[in-house]
């Protein structure tokens, strides 16, 4: 995933009509139904995390076996 463009804006995020609207990048436009939009909420929170985690840990030369 190095050669991807890495954004440093959040999408915008609205609920129309009973479905969510994203609207990202590089005009990005999801529509998706509650369901799918919280599990990728849950998915995009686990993701932020650990790549928070692995950015605090990069400067750290021990690394555990």
Known sequence: MSDQKIYHQPSSVTAEDGDVLILGPDDVHV????DAAEETSNRLLEGSMKARGQRHLRGYTHRAQ
């Open 31 to 34: 529509t998706m139904d509650p």
